[in-house]
């Protein structure tokens, strides 16, 4: 995905979108990106806002690569391809939600378990997404 898809998917999305919105638009923007750079696009991504933090769970997000290293008892070597793989990919990923939320991020953190497949992100953000909730509904 490139800046250009970013800033018409972010033209697509409400000057403030409902928090449900922002969360839904930037999961399938993160599954997107997985499947565009790494040819492995996650069975299901979600995305919860938490303040001032974005918090992705990515199901089946493992490379066909790193699980056969991992399931010939590779271990360490899939974990030094998976660490290389997110050093590669978190300045792409840091882009796409600084475009989409329209704040800095400043922390990325990743954490992938091999065994499971499955992958963590939370985004440290500078400040809260401007949202449109109801009066009722919290960003928490």
Sequence with gaps: MDTNEVELSRSQIPAFPTREQLESTLSRHVQSLYASLLGQQPDDTTCQLLDTRLAFFLE???TQPERLLFESDRKELAQ???SSLDEILQPRLQALIEAMVNVSVCDLLTSAQLETRRISIIAILAERPKT???PNQQID
């Design 60 to 62: 089946n997000a493992i």
């Design 132 to 134: 449109n909730n109801s």
């Design 80 to 82: 030094q391809v998976r």
